[in-house]
């Protein structure tokens, strides 16, 4: 049984609970199915319309709307009508098999535990920075409508990230509200008999009590922990308090009770996921608990546990440069994980500390967090095409003398939830289009319905689009200059910046240096002469957060307030603070062109940009993350050469030339050349295109589709497999590994023969085994791409022993050269991932 049933009556004591309704309403505020499906926005709208429109959070007006309006509403039949029809749709549709039953339904996966530091759900729920927790939230969402049985696992941080205000100096400052969680769209985790549930972590020799919570993401649930429990000292309280705060002591305790925590969470509850998702290396440790719980449960080592463990473990790393890995100094894991490998896993701290290092017996190596996750998955991804290149590059030390590309890194590139980020007309119209229902399945058909739409139709979304974006900058603006008590001349300018005619750029990350936000001020002069034409003007929206301690960052953002202010650009450019996950959905909503700066291959996917596809904006982005494998002429615009230039000015300078060129020669006479009806041909086709083409394919139901069929299914079978019979294949693993280890020095690659034939050669290698069993390698002859032709791996048949030595044998069709080929001999056992699993490799000399 599922622990987590219980009487709902418990949460919601402050409500008038005998009315009828309540907790039908309570239901449907608790279900962030609010952020994407807005059917029942009216219900909250009637309720409080400032308090709906202040905050988006039916929650919170759930619980401030007076008690006399509350009933007065819920005594009106037409009114509990609607509500019951939203709960009774809501069920129907919960319960009716989505994508994962119609296609999956006898698979083996009954579970997939999602881990990640941060989730972006809902601005109501600001447990988020940024991008990491922008793939979280959206995957959870599209898993939810395709019916992937996700369980997400997550911390409920009381201060969250901070929020950002400009004073009228440009100066950025932060601010820490509390995340009440009265007022969160959380409940607390509450056993059958009403208690909370609350679990227990050892933490550097203390125990450490954590509050336990639940998220109601459509079908999906998210459970969130935290440690401000009053038995808990202040240290310990503190620990969720901020989202990546503090040094690395704060970090190592997050990532504990996220890791350790999380899974023991999972246990409490009775779930038993075949797979593990790790977004980033951060809940790595999760790897070492459920493999000690698979150890306590069937009475094997350690070692056998991780065997049989890791086949379900799945890690999906998001940085593009070394330096972005959590990594810890040897004394903090002494700290917090002495006790544990002795009195938890049976093992010595040192075979802990070198799943985490390069070279398992060097102590001043520090403990690498994607290390772990590498050693403690059976595979690995990365977030682009370009991204899984440059992590084979990273990783590739973990796997010396094997050749880059076959470095065991994939890649799923990431996609946004379209429900998410539509505008409403954006929605009416793909509705009419392609139908309700059509990021719940399969998304073959999109692209043709789209194609089809008509000019005025799409322009008329622009439009209507870009209003909407002017008015609501003008209403943001105008609160964010009086409370940054300017004077009135400022406030009064504010309510009427902009046009709504006038082609419209967005331009919202985070203020780092090489997202280059300051790229378009290179030449100042001619980007206010780009702003400022009087026939064919542009305006800028300007949206981003400098981390909280980095000056560098913060004077980025200076720069373009004071440009603004010396230059009197008002009505050109504004820079609104505070963004977040709201003002997201306005920008990427109203603005025609999205530009994206960064220094490649920095970007590991970026996310913002195919925010704006569905709502027929259009891309201009150097050609790195996403927009390297999206880009064609036909659908945007490119910055950049594919080609990684590092931090050089010159090329910088160079890129901000190109930038200007493409704005002054492309993107402006398109969006202003117009037909007889005033409709811009050129730029609806390029609309159209990227609408219909790129909006499927960069969306988060590809993406979860993708995990789920390429991933999470075979993890599940292989990690099912091994488990069987107390982790018997687990045990085999572990006996061949050290087999393997014993004898490998010796074998060697004695005489390797080519002989020409027909149209190629006949190889035969005659190998000395040392006594492994030829069934548990392979030999292969192995050539490189090269001149256009790709990697060649042939399978070399063994033929006869010959004493001591094996032959092998192999025939190949080629147009190489017989030099071209060598022989090398490769672990094969047990099906095993090579060489994720086990990285040895003897080569031909
Ligand atoms: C989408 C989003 C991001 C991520 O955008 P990138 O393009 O990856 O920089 C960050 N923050 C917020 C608030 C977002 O909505």
Redesign the pocket.
């Known amino acids: 049984m599922n622990k987590e049933e219980y009487n709902t009556s418990y949460l919601y004591s402050f409500l008038p609970s005998n009315a009828k309704g309540v907790n039908e309403l309570a239901e449907l505020a608790l279900d962030l199915q609010w952020s994407w499906n807005h059917a029942a926005d009216e219900i909250w709208n009637r309720l409080d319309p400032q308090l709906w429109e202040l905050t988006h959070n039916p929650w919170v007006i759930l619980q401030t709307v007076s008690r006399d309006r509350l009933e007065k509403n819920l005594a009106d039949p037409d009114f509990l009508q609607k509500i019951n029809t939203l709960v009774e749709e809501k069920e129907s549709e919960y319960k009716a098999p989505a994508w994962f039953q119609k296609n999956h339904d006898n698979s083996l996966l009954t579970c997939i535990a999602y881990f990640s530091m941060e989730f972006?759900l809902s601005e109501a729920l600001p447990i988020?920075?940024?991008?990491l927790?922008?793939v979280a939230g959206d995957q959870l969402k599209s898993a939810s409508d395709l019916g992937v049985p996700v369980v997400a696992v997550g911390l409920l941080y009381q201060q969250g990230y901070f929020r950002q205000a400009i004073d009228k100096y440009g100066n950025q400052q932060a601010m820490f509200p509390f995340n009440d969680p009265g007022q969160l769209p959380v409940t607390p985790l509450r056993l059958p008999n009403g208690e909370w549930l609350r679990l227990k972590i050892w933490l550097g020799g203390y125990n450490v009590w954590l509050r336990t919570w639940k998220v109601q993401v459509g079908r999906a649930t998210l459970y969130l922990l935290d440690s401000n429990d009053a038995v808990n000292l202040p240290m310990h309280r503190g620990i969720t308090s901020e989202v990546y705060g503090g040094g690395p002591d704060m970090r190592i305790k997050q990532e504990i009770v996220l890791g350790i925590g999380g899974w023991k969470l999972l246990e409490a509850l009775g779930i038993k996921p075949e797979v593990c998702h790790m977004n980033e290396g951060h809940a790595a440790f999760l790897i070492l608990e459920r493999a000690n719980s698979f150890m306590k449960e069937n009475g094997v080592s350690f070692e056998v546990a991780l065997a049989v463990t890791r086949a379900g473990n799945l890690f999906t790393t998001h940085t593009a440069v070394a330096a972005g890995f959590d990594h810890f100094s040897k004394e903090l894991m002494e700290e917090y994980f002495s006790d544990f490998a002795k009195d938890e896993l049976g093992v010595d701290l040192k075979n802990i500390l070198a799943l985490g290092r390069l070279n398992r017996d060097n102590n001043s190596e520090r403990f690498n967090m994607a290390y772990l996750a590498i050693r403690g998955s059976g595979s690995v991804n990365g977030v682009s095409r370009l991204h899984g290149k440059v992590s084979r590059h990273l990783f590739q030390n973990l796997f010396p003398r094997w050749p880059k590309e076959e470095v065991p890194v994939g890649h799923v590139t990431n996609g946004?939830h379209m429900p998410s980020w539509d505008a409403e007309i954006a929605d009416k119209i793909w509705t009419e289009a392609c139908g309700k229902d059509r990021w719940k399945g399969g998304l073959e058909n999109l692209e043709e319905k789209i194609n089809k739409l008509s000019d005025e139709t799409l322009w008329q979304l622009r439009n209507q689009c870009r209003n909407n974006l002017v008015a609501y900058t003008r209403k943001r603006l105008e609160e964010q200059v009086s409370v940054a008590g300017q004077p009135q001349e400022i406030v009064d300018i504010a309510k009427h910046v902009f046009n709504a005619d006038t082609l419209t750029l967005g331009f919202?990350?985070?203020f780092v240096p090489y997202?280059r936000p300051n790229l378009l001020l290179h030449d100042k002069e001619r980007f206010i002469r780009l702003l400022t034409n009087r026939e064919h003007p542009v305006q800028l929206v300007i949206a981003g957060k400098a981390p909280p301690s980095d000056e560098s960052g913060k004077a980025l953002i200076r720069e373009w307030v004071e440009f603004i202010q010396q230059y009197n650009l008002y009505n050109h450019v504004v820079f609104l603070s505070d963004?977040?996950?709201l003002?997201?959905?306005h920008l990427?909503q109203g603005a025609d062109v999205w530009v994206?700066t960064p220094r490649r291959p920095w970007?590991a996917?970026?996310?913002?940009?195919?925010?704006v596809l569905v709502n027929g904006g259009i891309n201009l982005s150097e050609l790195d993350?996403w927009w390297a494998e999206a880009y064609t002429p036909e659908v945007g615009w490119a910055l950049g050469d594919e080609e990684e230039h590092g931090e050089d000015p010159e090329w910088d300078a160079a890129e901000a030339e190109s930038l200007y060129n493409i704005l002054e020669t492309q993107i402006v006479p398109e969006f202003y050349g117009r037909n007889n009806s005033g409709i811009p041909e050129r730029w609806i086709q390029r609309m159209r295109k990227s609408m219909a083409t790129l909006t499927p394919q960069f969306s988060a139901n590809r993406t979860v589709r993708e995990y789920t069929e390429n991933y999470y299914l075979p993890a599940a079978a292989n990690y099912l497999k091994r488990a069987a019979g107390k982790g018997a294949v687990g045990k085999e693993i572990a006996d061949e590994q050290h087999e393997l280890e014993n004898k490998w020095n010796e074998i060697k690659i004695a005489d390797v023969k080519s002989t020409s034939v027909e149209n190629g050669y006949s190889f035969t290698a005659s190998i000395f085994l040392n006594g492994i069993d030829k069934d548990k390698i392979l030999v292969e002859l192995y050539a490189a791409a090269k001149d256009g032709m790709n990697t060649e791996h042939i399978k070399m048949n063994e033929q006869q022993s010959n004493g001591n030595e094996q032959l092998f044998f192999a025939k190949i069709t080629t147009k190489r050269t017989a030099t071209d080929y060598t022989v090398r001999v490769i672990p094969n056992y047990e099906s095993i991932s090579v060489p994720l699993e086990n990285n040895l490799i003897l080569w031909q000399h």
């Open positions: 972006m988020y920075v940024g991008g927790g922008n946004v919202a990350r985070r997202k963004y977040d996950m003002l997201t959905e990427v994206n970007e996917c970026g996310t913002s940009g195919m925010k993350g």
